[in-house]
């Protein structure tokens, strides 16, 4: 399996793992590939997202200059 390019393209990936094994017609050996191709998957999801929630910032100005603040997550 290729690293995705984006986010978009992973999720999309993801999903369709998602969707083959929900199905259940897939034989084991590749219901478990398939599984851990997704778990993969999610984990480059996870870290992609994790980048982007770190680079989110706002930038707030304060009597000494401008700081970072982090970006409210409702």
Same mark, same amino acid.
């Given at each position: 399996m290729t690293e995705p390019k984006s986010f978009e393209d992973a999720l999309a990936a993801l999903e369709a793992k998602v969707e083959e094994l929900a199905r259940? /017609?897939?034989?084991? /050996?590749r219901a478990?590939?398939?599984?851990?191709?997704g778990l993969a998957l999610?984990?480059?999801c996870h870290e992609m997202l994790d980048r982007a929630e770190q680079r989110v910032t706002k930038l707030v100005a304060a009597t000494d200059g401008l700081k970072e603040e982090p970006f409210p997550v409702p």
């Open positions: 259940g /017609d897939v034989p084991l /050996d478990l590939a398939a599984f851990e191709e999610y984990r480059t």
